[in-house]
Structure formats: structure tokens, C-alpha cells
């Protein structure tokens, strides 16, 4: 937490137990902490197939009910390419090329 | 694929196929066998991955986008087979499913 | 037996042999003049002989020309550095492989005037044997001669992927991609793959895709171009697509394709004051007005 502003930096070596327990876990910790806003850190990631891609938009899905909205950042050349090539290009997820912008974008929306 | 000198990008695509498929296979096949070819000459990686689930009835209807008879998105398969340089599906439902696919380095 | 014969005659009829070998080469026009003066091609000639011939006699205990064995190391790396030296020039694959098989004859010819053979038996095994090691060698520059061209053609294919794709910086944290000609999917993937890690690379916000050169725009490219803009939206910076010419603005229209969320300007320059305008740069003329 920053500035009331939660981050999440997704681990390189993250298997499909861990996201989905961080997906339970999110709504929980921006209520706990009064979170204004969620920044998703994917750099570590080298690989992001359907299941994970899901899994991230489901993430910013919950930040922007919960009134937090939800930043994407670091995202690789590679995985995107590949991301669109699989058809999901998620629309209803905000993305910053790294957390800095992420954060200056928040602020200067609230 | 490191071996073959391949770029960071058909690394990434193809190990996306594969985990596509793979998670197929152990969401609806119940558990599959990977196999792994190199094939230096071509510059090409191949990779079987065999599961012994109920096999897919409607190919066509499966490899298209957005269809799922479980809870996925619909787009492993068919998205799979973009990222693929060679794609192949044998099915016999009842039986298994095998898929083959291939990227160059 | 045979393999012995054959060695006796590399050994005792070196000069006789490279002049004959040398005779069949020029009557099948594989001297080639233009490319070689006749010392280097006599030298080449003679470090393959002796290098064949130092495999004979390594042989001729087995007797046999086994075309696998470790006794034709020497020669094939002779023959690599003669492959690439002639290819270089110009020779074909055709005449590498005619030049190596020109040997053939004239030891032949040697074979069936000194073996002193009456049922012939000999005479058939060492010319079968001999046969059998000079296809396999020939075989070999062929090979030789393919992979180094497949070299070539790998090679520039890859350079002209890079000249026809550039990623041009035009100010802090914007970025250029001007593309030119057709644009097919292998090359529509390289644009990407460019595009994308010029994000990272120069720290770039803005891509501005500039499609003025573009000839025409199908479904195909029109896909490829959305597919761009999504990717690089993707990593958290903004595409903007410019030089929209009126008559591809018609055919994108016409063809149904959806640009949807992704900005379009008619020009590049109108682009690059958009791209401005977004990240607060103002760029001012000192010239009095």
C-alpha cells in the first residue's frame, strides 16, 4: 500500500492455485485497507495464456466494483503479441506502461 | 528452443499453445502426457500432448472462437492454433484426444 | 585387393591423374577462367587429390571406402574451404558436384589398364567402391553449397525485414512506425514484434503508425493494424494510426472493418500534434510572426 493505493506484483514463478487464492484474496484486502486503488504489476510474467488472462481481468473487475479502479502495468512485448493473437485483448482493463504513470493517472483522477 | 537460437516472441507463442492445450487436457481430458521433439534440421519444435478424456465431438465447432462446453473463455484451442506454425487434432470421442502442434524457431 | 589397387595408382600417378582430372573438367566447361586463375584452380585440385588420396591409403587395410569412416575428415574439411571459396565466386552447385565427379573417369581408365584381371571381379568391386566414395562426397559439397546459400537467403531476409519495418523516435516518449509497400502477415508480425518493443526500449507513450506508404489496406491488414494497436495499448501505451488516405478510408469502410476505440488522423503531421497535445509539449516558433 502507497498512498492508499494497493499494489500487486505478480511473481514470476505464480502457479494457478496461488491466482486464483490472490483472487480471493483482493476484494477482501481492498476492504480492509480502504484501497483506492489497485495497480497490477505482470512484468515478472513471461507467459500469459487464456486462463491467466481471465484471471487479470477478473482481478480489475473486482477493483472497479469495489470503487478502486484497477491499473494493468508492465506488460511484456511478447506476452501481448500473444495475448491479442488469442483474442483477448481486455478491453475493460486500464494498462500503464509502468507503475509510476499507473499512479500519477489515479491520483490525477481522483 | 533456446538451443535452436529462437527469438523471445516464438518462445513465447509457442509455450502459450502448449499451455493452452496442456490445460485442456487436464481440464477436460483429465490429465495429459506431453511429448516433446526437437527437430534441429528445421528449426522446429514439436509437442504431442495425449489425454484419454471424452474426446471432442464437433472439431470444427471446437477450434472456433468463443465456444466452450466447460467454463473457459472459448478460446484455447482455436487461439492455440494461431500461435502454432502447425496445428493437428485427432479426436475420437470416448477415447482421448491428441494434439500436435509445432513452432520455428 | 581393390582398395590397395586403387591406392597404388593415387600414389604412383599423381601428375597423370590431376592432368586428366583436370582435362575432364575442362571438357565438361567446369574450368572456369572468368572465376579462377589456373594456378588456384591447380592448387585446389591438388589439396583435394591429396587429401582423397591420403583416405585411400588410410584404407587400404580394411579395404574398404567406407564414405562414413573418420579417414575422410581431412577431406571434407579440403573440400569445405574449396566449396566456399568457389561459391563464393559464382561457381554453381551443379559444377561443384560435376568438378568432384570428374575424378571419376580418368582413374577408371587408369584402373582398367593396370589391374591385371581376368574374371573382372576385382575391377567391378574397386570401381564400385570408388563410385560409391566419390557420389558421397559429392553429394557432400552439394550439401555444402545448399546450407551456405540458405545462409545467405536467412540472412537477408532478415535484413530486409529490418529496412522495411524501422521504428523511428520523433520526440521524447513518441515514436514512429512509417510503413511502405504491402504488408503481409510475416511482415505485419515483424511490424508488431518492432513496434512493441520500441515501447519498452524508448520509453515511448505515443506510437504513431503512419500508413501513408501503404498501398492498399484489406481486411487482412486493416486486422493486422486493430491487432497492433490493441497489443501496444496492451502494454499501457497508446497507438494512433495516421495517413488514412481518403480512398483507403472508402475501401476500410466498405470492407466493414471496425477501428473501434483506436484514434485515427489523416496525416502524420496531424498525428505528431495530437500525440503533443497529450503529453503537454508545445513546440514554438521563433520566427516573428
Known amino acids: 500500500m502507497v498512498d492508499e493505493i494497493m499494489l500487486v506484483a505478480i511473481d514470476e514463478n505464480i502457479n494457478d492455485s496461488d491466482i486464483v487464492a490472490l483472487q480471493d484474496r483482493l476484494a477482501e484486502e481492498v476492504h480492509a485497507n480502504n484501497a483506492q486503488g489497485i495497480v497490477i504489476d505482470i512484468s515478472a510474467l513471461e507467459i500469459v495464456d487464456t486462463f491467466v488472462g481471465r484471471i487479470i481481468a477478473q482481478l480489475a473487475g473486482i477493483g472497479v466494483l469495489m470503487d478502486a479502479p484497477t491499473y494493468l502495468v508492465g506488460m511484456r512485448p511478447a506476452v501481448a503479441m500473444t495475448l491479442v493473437e488469442l483474442g483477448m485483448t481486455l478491453p475493460a482493463v486500464k494498462t500503464a506502461r509502468n507503475l509510476q504513470h499507473a499512479v500519477t493517472r489515479l491520483r490525477a483522477s481522483r | 528452443m533456446d538451443a535452436l537460437g529462437a527469438k523471445v516472441i516464438r518462445k513465447t507463442r509457442l509455450v502459450t499453445a502448449v499451455s493452452e492445450i496442456f490445460r485442456n487436457g487436464l481440464i477436460y481430458g483429465g490429465g495429459a502426457l506431453v511429448l516433446i521433439h526437437c527437430h534441429n534440421a528445421t528449426r522446429t519444435v514439436w509437442i504431442d500432448c495425449c489425454d484419454d478424456g471424452p474426446g471432442i465431438e464437433d472439431m470444427a465447432l471446437a477450434l472456433s472462437d468463443g465456444y466452450t462446453s466447460g467454463s473457459g473463455l472459448g478460446r484455447g484451442l482455436g487461439g492455440a492454433k494461431r500461435l502454432a506454425d502447425a496445428f493437428e487434432v485427432l479426436s475420437e470421442p470416448g477415447i482421448g484426444t491428441q494434439v500436435r502442434l509445432a513452432g520455428r524457431a | ?289
Not at chain 3, 572468368?34 to 587429390?49: G, H, K, N, S, V
Not at chain 3, 564400385?128 to 553429394?139: G, P
Not at chain 3, 491488414?221 to 494512433?240: K, N, S
Open chain 3, 1 to 289: 585387393m581393390p582398395v590397395r589397387y586403387i591406392h597404388v595408382i593415387l600414389d604412383n600417378e599423381r601428375e597423370l591423374l590431376l592432368k586428366a582430372w583436370g582435362s575432364t573438367q575442362a571438357e565438361e566447361g567446369l574450368i572456369r577462367r572468368d572465376l579462377f586463375t589456373e594456378r588456384e584452380a591447380r592448387t585446389q585440385t591438388e589439396m583435394l587429390y591429396d587429401a582423397l588420396s591420403k583416405g585411400v591409403k588410410a584404407s587400404v587395410e580394411t579395404d574398404l571406402l567406407d564414405p562414413d569412416a573418420e579417414c575422410w575428415d581431412d577431406m571434407r574439411a579440403a573440400l569445405a574451404d574449396v566449396t566456399r571459396e568457389r561459391t563464393k565466386r559464382g561457381v554453381s552447385t551443379a559444377e561443384m558436384a560435376a568438378f568432384v565427379l570428374a575424378l571419376k573417369y580418368p582413374l577408371f581408365e587408369r584402373l582398367r589398364t593396370t589391374v591385371d584381371d581376368s574374371n573382372g571381379k576385382v575391377l567391378i568391386d574397386a570401381v564400385n567402391q570408388f563410385t560409391r566414395l566419390i557420389d558421397s562426397v559429392s553429394l557432400y559439397t552439394t550439401e555444402l553449397c545448399i546450407s551456405e546459400r540458405d545462409k545467405t537467403i536467412r540472412r537477408q531476409q532478415e535484413e530486409m525485414m529490418e529496412l522495411a519495418s524501422p521504428v523511428v523516435e520523433l520526440w521524447d516518449r513518441i515514436v514512429a512506425v512509417p510503413l511502405v509497400g504491402t504488408l503481409d502477415s510475416m511482415r505485419a508480425q515483424e511490424v508488431m514484434e518492432n513496434t512493441l518493443s520500441a515501447i519498452v526500449d524508448k520509453k515511448a507513450d505515443i506510437v504513431i503508425i503512419d500508413i501513408t506508404g501503404v498501398l492498399t489496406v484489406d481486411t487482412q491488414v486493416a486486422q493486422h493494424l486493430i491487432r497492433t494497436a490493441a497489443a501496444v495499448r496492451l502494454m499501457g501505451a497508446e497507438a494512433i494510426i495516421s495517413g488514412i488516405s481518403p480512398r483507403i478510408a472508402q475501401t476500410m469502410v466498405q470492407l466493414g472493418v471496425d477501428t473501434g476505440e483506436i484514434r485515427t488522423r489523416s496525416s502524420l503531421r496531424m498525428a505528431l500534434a495530437d500525440a503533443f497535445r497529450q503529453l503537454d509539449t508545445d513546440v514554438i516558433s521563433r520566427i516573428a510572426k
